[in-house]
């Protein structure tokens, strides 16, 4: 019989996650829906979810890591990040793309127990939410206080694609 006291406890810390690479990303609300930005490559464009027949470059994230621990998501359709809009600070701000620096666009993936992630922007310490409680073509995504219980802040990262189709180049 083993008496375990609290010199047999510790705590563990994730590592780097090290996900960089192309990938879909769906909300758990319902898994058919991807975050897109539709086919625009303006700025200001806001990020939203829809169900797609087919998957396009507009609804790929290449997820790129940053060596204070943060990530940055980069749409494969128009290069720009996903970032908190403008100023970015209180509940309900919407979510665009943005070319203009990073201060807005970095992300801390926080792994959930049930293989999610919920994404943490560092500028706000607000979470990457969709907004309402359904899924549906064009619903927005904004940024909002933690709520361990909502599905609309988790979100799955689907297979990683190649950046190129394979052939010859």
Not at 24 to 50: C, F, M, P, W
């Amino acid at each position: 019989h083993a008496v375990f006291g609290s010199a047999q406890m510790w705590a563990l810390k994730p590592a780097s996650i090290g996900l960089d690479g192309v990938y879909t990303v769906s909300t758990t609300v319902n898994s058919a829906y991807l975050l897109d930005i539709g086919e625009s490559d303006a700025s200001d464009t806001k990020l939203q979810v829809a169900r797609p027949n087919t998957i396009t470059d507009s609804q790929k994230w290449i997820l790129q890591s940053r060596e204070d621990g943060y990530y940055v998501l980069r749409s494969l359709y128009s290069g720009r990040m996903i970032a908190a809009d403008s100023a970015g600070v209180s509940n309900g701000i919407r979510v665009a793309q943005t070319s203009d620096g990073e201060t807005l666009a970095r992300w801390q993936l926080i792994p959930n127990v049930d293989g999610t992630y919920s994404l943490l922007c560092m500028a706000s310490g607000l979470y990457l939410q969709l907004s309402g409680a359904s899924a549906y073509t064009g619903c927005a995504v904004n940024l909002n206080r933690r709520n361990d219980t909502a599905a609309a802040q988790k979100w799955t990262l689907n297979s990683r694609f190649a950046c190129m189709d394979d052939g010859t180049y």
